[in-house]
C-alpha cells in the first residue's frame, strides 16, 4: 500500500523570495521542496512585501501571501477557515517575526508548531530590558499552547529549552538542517588573507562586535589578518555604522572589511576562511555552519551555538559565550594551519551526515505522528 499523500497548509513569516528572508525561512523552503518532490501538496500562508504577486508557485509549493500588519492574525483565521476541510495538517512557525500567530486557539486540525528556538535570549540582546521581558512571555505562552501538540525543532539544544516550557519529550521532533553550498564563482579580490568570516544581518544580538573586539589581539601578533563581516540582506545601517565605530576605537577598522556578499561571494568566503565565526547568545541550529562545515571550514562558535551542530574539537571549535579573551585564543589555535587542517577533515565528515531528503523525511514522520496521535 502506497504512502498517504499530505495536503499541508504553513503558516509563516516569510518565504525565501521575502528580501528580509533568514536562515529560519531557508530551511523552510528546503524541507518544503523536498516534501513537495515527494508528491505532497503544499500551500504556504506568509507576508506580502512590495512587488511581490499575492498567488505564486515556487519549487513546487503554492505561496499565498498575505497584506502584513496587526490584522495579519485575523487573516490566517480567514484562509484557514476556507481551507480546513481540504488540509491533512497545519504547521505554524512558532515566534517568527510576522507573529504571533496563535494558531492553537482555532486550528482543529493536527496542528505541527514549527519553533527554531524560544526568544528570550535574542529579545535580550536586541532591546530593553522591560520591553524584552514583556516580550518575552510568550514562550511561556507558546509552552502552554502546544503541550498537546506535536513540535518541530532544528537541534537537541532547542528541543530541550522547548520541553522546559511545558512540550512533552514525546511530542518534540529534532529535524536537523542541512548544507546548500552551491558553487564557488566570484572570488573577493582585494580581501587579505588569512581571513576570519562573519555573516548575517547586522542585529545588535548577533554580538558581530565581539569579533571585531577580538582582533586587536590577533592583529598584534597576525598584522596581515583581516576580518570580514558579510553583511547579507537588509543589513541596517545604523547597526553598520556602530560596527566601524568599535572597530576605530580599537585601532583595527584597517582590518576590518562590512560587505554584503552575493551568494557566490559568499560560497568563496566560506570556502577560503581561516573559520566562520557565529558570536551570538542562542541559535535553533546554525545552518551557515553546517555550510562552513562543507567547505571543510571550522566554526568557531559561541555556547549559544548548539553543541550538536558545532562538537568541540570535530567540526570547530567552542567558547563561552561574551568572553571575547577565549574567542581570540580560538582564532589564535586556527592561524596555525596544522590545527586548521586537522578539524577540515571532521568538518567535511561532519556535513556528510546531512541531507535536505533525509530532512524533509524527518519532518513527514513528526507530522504523522501528529496525524495519528
Not at 286 to 301: C, D, K, M, R, Y
Amino acid at each position: 500500500m502506497k504512502p498517504v499523500k499530505l495536503r499541508i497548509i504553513v503558516f509563516s513569516s516569510r518565504d525565501i523570495s521575502h528580501p528580509k528572508w533568514a536562515g529560519g525561512d531557508l530551511y523552510l523552503s528546503r524541507v518544503l521542496a523536498e516534501l513537495s518532490n515527494l508528491g505532497h501538496q503544499i500551500i504556504i500562508v506568509c507576508e506580502k512585501y512590495p512587488g511581490a504577486e499575492s498567488l505564486s508557485i515556487l519549487e513546487g509549493v503554492r505561496i499565498l501571501r498575505l497584506r502584513r500588519g496587526l490584522l495579519r492574525p485575523m487573516r490566517n483565521f480567514l484562509v484557514y477557515n476556507k481551507m480546513k476541510t481540504w488540509a491533512d495538517v497545519v504547521i505554524e512557525e512558532i515566534e517568527g517575526p510576522a507573529g504571533p500567530f496563535f494558531l492553537a486557539l482555532y486550528v482543529r486540525r493536527p496542528l505541527v508548531g514549527l519553533w527554531h528556538q524560544p526568544v528570550r535570549k535574542i529579545l535580550l540582546g536586541q532591546y530593553p530590558s522591560v520591553l524584552a521581558g514583556l516580550l518575552s512571555s510568550l514562550d511561556t505562552i507558546y509552552g502552554r499552547l502546544m503541550r498537546d501538540h506535536v513540535v518541530i525543532t532544528p537541534s537537541v539544544a532547542s528541543a530541550r529549552r522547548i520541553q522546559s516550557l511545558g512540550v512533552p519529550a514525546t511530542k518534540t521532533f529534532v529535524v536537523p538542517g542541512a548544507p546548500d553550498p552551491g558553487p564557488q564563482e566570484s572570488k573577493l579580490v582585494d580581501i587579505e588573507t588569512p581571513f576570519f568570516l562573519t555573516l548575517g544581518k547586522y542585529r545588535k544580538y548577533k554580538c558581530f562586535d565581539h569579533p571585531i573586539l577580538a582582533m586587536k589581539r590577533i592583529v598584534n601578533s597576525h598584522p596581515n589578518c583581516h576580518l570580514l563581516l558579510g553583511g547579507g540582506r537588509a543589513a541596517t545601517r545604523r547597526e553598520e555604522e556602530v560596527l566601524h565605530r568599535i572597530a576605530r576605537k580599537e585601532g583595527v577598522e584597517a582590518n576590518i572589511r562590512l560587505q554584503p556578499l552575493s551568494q557566490s561571494e559568499k560560497n568563496w568566503a566560506l570556502a577560503n576562511s581561516v573559520a566562520l565565526i557565529v558570536p551570538s547568545p542562542i541559535e535553533g541550529f546554525s545552518l551557515v555552519s553546517v555550510e562552513a562545515n562543507s567547505f571543510g571550514t571550522p566554526v568557531i562558535a559561541s555556547s549559544g551555538v548548539p553543541e550538536d551542530v558545532i562538537v568541540d574539537g570535530l567540526n570547530g571549535l567552542r567558547y563561552k559565550f561574551g568572553d571575547i579573551n577565549q574567542l581570540s585564543e580560538k582564532m589564535m589555535m586556527l592561524l596555525d594551519g596544522s590545527r586548521r587542517a586537522e578539524l577540515s577533515r571532521g568538518c567535511k565528515e561532519f556535513a556528510d551526515r546531512l541531507s535536505w531528503p533525509e530532512s524533509a523525511n524527518l519532518f513527514l514522520r513528526a507530522m504523522r505522528a501528529s496525524i495519528h496521535q
